[in-house]
Nanobody, 115 residues
């Protein structure tokens, strides 16, 4: 079974920073596009960022310039550095392949931006 474990979320004030990590079982990220997604209460899950080689990472317009996606292939881990956080960034953040595989969704990690 594939396991994706997100971590690093928490409560932060507007303008603050968080670094999220996503650890995958085995080497399921190998040669795959990996993405970060988020879902706010009552809203659909949307893609935040995607990465393959790092040459042309994708960012949603709402986070471009503030978030940075990266990966460590040797550790089967993908990261999301979030800076200049805004209240509208509040959501549960998930990782998955891009496009996502339904059965891969994990529990996510809660990010709350509030003051």
């Amino acid at each position: 079974q594939v396991q994706l474990v997100e971590s690093g979320g928490g409560l932060v004030q507007p303008g603050g920073s968080l670094r999220l990590s996503c650890a995958a079982s085995g080497s399921i990220f190998s040669n795959k596009v990996v993405g970060w997604y988020r879902q706010a209460p009552g809203k659909e899950r949307t893609v935040v960022a995607r990465i393959f080689t790092g040459i042309n990472p994708f960012y949603a317009d709402s986070v471009r310039g503030r978030f940075t996606i990266s990966r460590d292939n040797a550790k089967n881990t993908v990261y999301l550095q979030m800076n200049s956080l805004k209240p509208e960034d509040t959501a549960v953040y998930y990782c998955n392949l891009a496009p996502p595989i339904t059965s891969y969704w994990g529990q996510g990690t809660q990010v709350t931006v509030s003051s």
